[in-house]
């Protein structure tokens, strides 16, 4: 199921930054944790971070640690990531995704762990 879900994508200079914003209210509320991917023109879908539902523990893919943040507002029923330092190859389509498996584990990045997508947000880091 693809819904309106993110938002907060644009155009960013090299080293600005973005917040993205997902809506997970509008996923079931089953979910056990919130996924972030992204995909730039021509590559495979890549994992950028995970926030569990229940202990808002979180990962992060190498190419984003120390510049993202992942974070959540249970009272919103929203989750954020943070993007800091932006760079170029950090341009792509951005997605938030719901999994309803708590066991993801080291899979929090496979796209098959996911049963809910939002239909995503462009950002873009250019001069």
């Known amino acids: 199921q693809v819904q309106s879900v993110e938002s907060g994508g644009g155009l960013v200079q090299p080293g600005g930054s973005l917040r993205l914003s997902c809506a997970a209210s509008k996923f079931t509320p089953h979910y056990r944790a919130i996924g972030w991917f992204r995909q730039a023109p021509g590559k495979e879908r890549e994992g950028v971070s995970i926030?569990?539902?229940?202990?808002?523990?979180?990962v992060y893919a190498d190419s984003v640690k120390g510049r993202f943040t992942i974070s959540r507002d249970n009272t919103k029923n929203m989750v954020y990531l943070q993007m800091n330092s932006l760079k170029p190859e950090d341009t792509a389509v951005y997605y938030c995704a719901a999994t309803t498996d708590s066991r993801y584990g080291r899979k929090w990045n496979k796209g098959d762990m996911y049963d809910y997508w939002g239909q995503g947000t462009q950002v873009t880091v250019s001069t």
């Open positions: 926030i569990s539902s229940s202990d808002g523990s979180t």
